[in-house]
């Protein structure tokens, strides 16, 4: 991808202390301008701004429920005022629950697919329409999970929901590649790359063995799995497990 001299990153869910905004730091000391989203963790994200700002990054925040399709458009409209273009754009907001399918409700369902598929797609349409009127077009990251292959009890709404990720990823693009073909969308299937913040010793070891790899909790990997991917210019609708082996790997005997 061609880049220009002060490119644009924007990376929902990234306000919380999580894998988004691992990746926004990496991009920011790549040199990126960065776009920090977030829809309750105001208090976290002002927090990586100041951060930032003492780091030499220049950084904004911009909040939104990325289900509510007004909402997106404001954030993207706010966005293009304060910096003007979109070259970059990694799909971290997400949900997820444990529950029992007996416990399932329609309306859980629907939530899960609004956040998890719906809040894909809205940014990442409004993000590529954005790129396609670029030159040097762009690149969207979107967020599956290693688990749509092999999946496990009590996360029927959240497989679903990141399982048309994969699928979506494809179309747009497709969609976006017609409009400008610098403009690549591909997906990253993550595995254990942080742990849960309620996870204790054994979980943490059972999460590590769980792995061809045998290690875990790694989010730089992350990290660097989307720079290649904004990087690589010949790479767009691939969708690529990022769980050390896990989707392959049954455990010992």
């Given at each position: 991808m061609?880049?220009p001299?002060?490119?644009v990153a924007?990376?929902?869910g990234?306000?919380r202390?999580?894998?988004?905004?691992?990746?926004a730091?990496s991009?920011?000391?790549a040199?990126?301008?960065i776009a920090?989203h977030?829809y309750?963790?105001?208090?976290?994200?002002?927090?990586t701004?100041a951060?930032m700002?003492?780091?030499?990054?220049?950084?904004?925040?911009?909040?939104a429920?990325?289900?509510?399709?007004?909402?997106?458009d404001?954030?993207?409209d706010d966005?293009?005022?304060r910096?003007?273009r979109?070259?970059v754009?990694?799909?971290?907001?997400?949900i997820?629950?444990a529950r029992p399918?007996?416990?399932?409700?329609?309306?859980?369902?629907?939530?899960?697919?609004d956040?998890n598929t719906?809040g894909?797609f809205?940014?990442?349409?409004r993000?590529?329409l954005?790129?396609?009127?670029?030159e040097?077009g762009?690149?969207?990251?979107?967020f599956?999970?290693w688990a749509?292959?092999?999946p496990y009890?009590?996360?029927?709404?959240?497989?679903?929901?990141?399982?048309a990720?994969?699928t979506?990823t494809q179309a747009l693009a497709v969609e976006l590649?017609?409009r400008?073909?610098?403009?690549?969308?591909n997906?990253l299937?993550p595995g254990?790359?942080?742990?849960?913040?309620d996870?204790?010793?054994?979980e943490?070891?059972e999460?590590i063995?769980a792995?061809?790899v045998?290690?875990a909790d790694d989010?730089e990997a992350?990290a660097?799995?989307?720079?290649?991917?904004?990087?690589?210019?010949?790479?767009?609708?691939?969708?690529?497990?990022?769980?050390?082996?896990?989707?392959?790997y049954?455990g010992?005997d």
């Amino acid at each position: 991808m061609s880049t220009p001299s002060h490119p644009v990153a924007l990376v929902t869910g990234s306000g919380r202390k999580r894998v988004g905004n691992v990746i926004a730091w990496s991009l920011g000391r790549a040199g990126y301008r960065i776009a920090l989203h977030y829809y309750r963790s105001r208090e976290e994200a002002e927090e990586t701004l100041a951060e930032m700002a003492a780091a030499g990054i220049e950084a904004a925040a911009f909040q939104a429920d990325v289900a509510d399709e007004a909402q997106v458009d404001r954030m993207f409209d706010d966005l293009a005022a304060r910096f003007g273009r979109l070259d970059v754009l990694a799909t971290c907001a997400s949900i997820w629950s444990a529950r029992p399918l007996e416990e399932v409700s329609a309306a859980e369902m629907r939530r899960s697919y609004d956040v998890n598929t719906l809040g894909t797609f809205l940014c990442a349409r409004r993000a590529g329409l954005i790129m396609a009127a670029q030159e040097e077009g762009g690149a969207i990251i979107t967020f599956g999970d290693w688990a749509i292959r092999r999946p496990y009890p009590d996360h029927v709404a959240y497989f679903a929901a990141k399982g048309a990720v994969h699928t979506l990823t494809q179309a747009l693009a497709v969609e976006l590649a017609r409009r400008n073909p610098r403009v690549r969308v591909n997906c990253l299937h993550p595995g254990p790359v942080m742990f849960p913040p309620d996870a204790g010793r054994k979980e943490q070891r059972e999460l590590i063995a769980a792995t061809l790899v045998k290690r875990a909790d790694d989010p730089e990997a992350v990290a660097h799995a989307v720079r290649f991917l904004i990087e690589n210019p010949f790479i767009t609708g691939a969708c690529i497990p990022l769980d050390g082996g896990r989707s392959v790997y049954a455990g010992e005997d």
